[in-house]
């Protein structure tokens, strides 16, 4: 037997007619809509036909569907329901509960017997929570014991239970445990495995939350051709922004977990359904690079944010009133800064932007919250539900500096796979640099080093500009690149690769702790690193390429193990060269050298920035004064080649003039400059200028000084 359909699985189970008394803490649910049914595959080893077993266990991942599912069975049968998240169990529970709440039949407990009464029990996860350890044994003993007391009949379902896998083994041990012990024990079960929707299946789901959604609109929704095609145009999305091999995304385990899980189908389907032009959403679709492609994460994921706000900005309007709810009421924002402290298992606090919005609504409010967000659909038990998820919350912590300043293992994990990268560079590559807290740098280059999709990326990270507090971050991979500003010191996570540091402040180096091992910090590619002052937080440190370090000082475990892989090769001086175990090794590199300047133009703008400020005084005329300070100009260029430059800065500019009062024949200004030597410097140098101003000041000094490109 190679799957269950729905159908199938629900024809197994009696039709039932059964009504409960009012306050009954049994359900009988409404059939969800839409549902699609997704398919069940029997556990190995079962018997050759599961579903005449009389106790029938769904076995599945977090957020795959199980309560669902559950909720359908039950409406479609017309049984009752147990809902073990809400309702506390312990020793002959649902005895007590046949008894007490069902009133047709007449007798549910002669009716469960013979199989005609099914009970639909969900959450066994959550229920061992709810009702501990100790009481929750009690229940499944007392429920086994409950079915021993009459064998008449064993060939129809009689329990339908949903669990995760650790819940499910626990449920078979403690039933083959009971059996060992009694001679009437139920022994016909069978374990079905749920798992995230499949292609076909998805494809379904997809389509009935696009008919919803266009029903909504008041038009009308048919699945033609160009509709398929726009659902697998967003399938295919998917797969580029998960950068998943292509035609795998449903046999990739995060493209599943992804692509496969019931909200983000729904919200794809939703996207879909408002869309009235369904050509230009394909065209759009399919016309977006891999670049793009995580903007379709992002709808997808604004789109079950957008939804969950109603959820509780809806009956807040009912209680408060419909124009007392602000914008900010559980918006998409909120909601991710409380999923990050929920990750962080911070104490959960509503931001100060809607505690100022809501006023005097605030208790009304943030008891639907609390009641609301442990269903949010990111979550499950309280835990982000999947990777793609988590990166997008944490990638909202980091830009908004949410993550405590203990150690977070949530964002260690995170650095380890590639979304979190994924998810941040879209608020990196905005056209001004967003400031991050240097912590961060580490996790961010992490995801993106890890990221086995990426054939190579540069990594540069400098404070030329004087600035000790800040420095400057410039990613480049492929044709691409970002530029972020961190405040120092810069902490780098688990690895430092193809990359080029320049600090005048501190560093550190954070190292992996790995399961039952040391913690190590590994070097890899071509590095160059020199920092004022560096802390090495890890027991091992393994250079597996080119190394050039450099540091003022050095701050170590006091048995710091250092390993030179096969092909290592490694240059260091100042403290590198004083402190053990970096002493015993003899540098196999020549020191690093410096790139020589091309022309005479980009040789003054070097040496302007090694000894000039952000500020100079000179003559009216852009002279040199008589002052030590500019000896060096006559000596190793000219003045007038000089007084041409600055004259091209203040003309392009990039520097402003201000009059001096000063004593003398010849008036004198003070110039100040908006534009950096460095950054000149390096724009003097490149090839691709992004930035049109400076692009403009290159072309002016280029001429000013006969250069030709």
Known sequence: MTGIGFAELSGAINRGSATLRTGARLILPSAPDPFVGPMLAPAADQEPDPLSSEIVVIRSPAAVGKSTLAKALAADRSQPLLDLAVIPVSTDSLAGLLTSDVTTPSKPIDALHAGELCVVIDALDEGRLLSGENNFQEFLESTWDLLSRDRSSDHRPKLLLFGRGEAVDDLVLSLELFALEHANAPSRFAVLDLDFF????????????????????????????????????????????????????????????????????????????????????????????????????????????????????????????????????????????????????????MSDRVRDSLSGDLEEYWNMVRQHLPEHPFLQQGRLVNEVFTSIVLAHSIVNDLVPRTRSVVLSDASRKPFLWRSIRRSVSRDEPILLDGRYVGYILNSLWIDSTVDGSAVTITDKDGDSDTAKVHIVVDDDEWRMSVLQPVVFYERIQTCHCLLND????????????????????????????????????????????????????????????????????????????????????????????????????????????????????????????????????????????????????????????????????????????????????????????????????????????
């Open 198 to 349: 499949e292609h076909d299946t998805a494809f379904k789901v997809v389509e009935a939350h696009a008919e919803m959604a266009a029903r909504d609109d008041g038009r009308a929704w048919n699945t033609t051709q160009l509709a398929q095609s726009v659902i697998e145009a967003y399938f295919d999305a998917i797969e580029e922004a998960l950068r998943i091999d292509q035609g795998s995304l449903w046999i990739d385990a995060n493209g599943r977990a992804f692509a496969g899980y019931a909200p983000v189908l729904a919200a794809v389907g939703r996207l879909i359904g408002q869309e009235g032009v369904l050509i230009r959403l394909k065209n759009a679709l399919e016309s977006a690079g891999e670049s793009q492609a995580w903007g379709v994460i992002e709808a997808v994921t604004g789109e079950i944010l957008l939804r969950e706000r109603g959820k509780v900005a809806d009956p807040l309007g009912a209680a408060i009133g419909v124009h007392k709810v602000p914008d900010e009421a559980y918006d998409a924002e909120e909601q991710l800064t409380l999923l990050s402290q929920l990750a962080e298992n911070q104490t959960l606090q």
């Open 506 to 709: 501190g560093a550190k180096w954070q190292g992996h702790q790995r399961a039952g091992g040391a913690s190590s910090f590994t070097i890899r590619g071509e590095v160059s690193f020199s920092a004022r002052e560096l802390v090495i937080d890890a027991e091992t440190v393994r250079i597996e390429g080119k190394a050039w370090l450099d540091a003022e000082a050095i701050q170590q475990t006091q048995y710091l193990r250092l390993i030179l892989g096969k092909h290592a090769a490694t240059w260091w001086s100042r403290a590198f060269s004083d402190v053990y175990p970096w002493s015993d090794f003899m540098p196999s590199l020549d020191p690093p050298i410096e790139p020589q300047p091309s022309n005479e133009l980009q040789a003054l703008v070097k040496r302007c920035d090694e000894q000039l400020g952000m500020a100079i005084d000179l003559y009216e005329d852009y002279s040199i004064p008589a002052d030590n300070r500019f000896n060096w100009v006559s000596r190793e260029f000219s003045t007038e080649k000089f007084s041409r430059l600055i004259r091209v800065m203040v003309e392009g500019g990039a520097a402003t003039t201000e009059r001096m009062s000063v004593s003398g024949p010849s008036p004198m200004i003070k110039i100040h400059f908006s534009v950096t030597w460095g950054d000149l410097y390096d724009a003097l140098r490149s090839s691709d200028l992004q930035d049109p101003r400076l692009a403009s000041l290159v072309s002016e000094a280029r001429q000013a000084f006969d250069i030709e490109i």
